[in-house]
Structures are given as C-alpha cells and as structure tokens.
Nanobody, 111 residues
Framework: QVRIVESGGGLVQPGGSLRLSCAAS????????MGWYRQAPEKERELVAS???????NYADAAKGRFTISGDFDKNTVYLQMNNLKPDDTAVYYC?????WGQGTQVTVSS
C-alpha cells in the first residue's frame, strides 16, 4: 500500500509564500505524472499544477507566474512553491503521485 504525505500548509498573510511538499511512502512504483489540486469551501476541486517526466509542466491560469511545481520522479516527491499568495488561494491542497492521492493540507491566506 502506498501512502502519500503532504506538508507545508498553514496560515500566511497576503503576499506571503509557502512551499508544499508531497512524498510517497514507497518508491518501488513509477509514474509519469504528479501534481496538485485544490478545493476551496463550497467550490469544486480544481487543478493547480501538474508535472510530467521531462519537466513538462502545466498550470492553472490562477497559478501562472506565482506558483512553481517541481518533482523528483525517482523519489516520487512533488513540490509546489507558492509566492504572492492571495486570499483566493485559500483552500485544501491535494497532491497526487500517479494514481495515489494525499489527504490534503490546508492553506489559509489572511491578514
């Protein structure tokens, strides 16, 4: 069984930064796709960013220019650097590594 562990969420003021981390408990499986989704209260889950082997990245419009996704496909880890955070970024952020999903980490942007 694979467990996905996320960390790095928290409370930050508008304009601040956070770095989310996500790691799989096992490295004996391979995937070519990792990424992050988020879900704000009373909203649907939405893609934030994804990364494929070869460092091919994809970002939601709301994330472009502020967020950077990176990952290590050998270690099954993925990261999301979030800068210039806004209150609208407040959500539970979920990572996925292949078909496996984390439990989510809360990000709150508030003064």
């Amino acid at each position: 069984q694979v467990r996905i562990v996320e960390s790095g969420g928290g409370l930050v003021q508008p304009g601040g930064s956070l770095r989310l981390s996500c790691a799989a408990s096992r490295t004996d499986f391979s995937t070519n796709l990792m990424g992050w989704y988020r879900q704000a209260p009373e909203k649907e889950r939405e893609l934030v960013a994804s990364i494929r082997i070869g460092a091919h990245t994809n970002y939601a419009d709301a994330a472009k220019g502020r967020f950077t996704i990176s990952g290590d496909f050998d270690k099954n880890t993925v990261y999301l650097q979030m800068n210039n955070l806004k209150p609208d970024d407040t959500a539970v952020y979920y990572c996925y590594i292949g078909k496996y999903w984390g439990q989510g980490t809360q990000v709150t942007v508030s003064s």
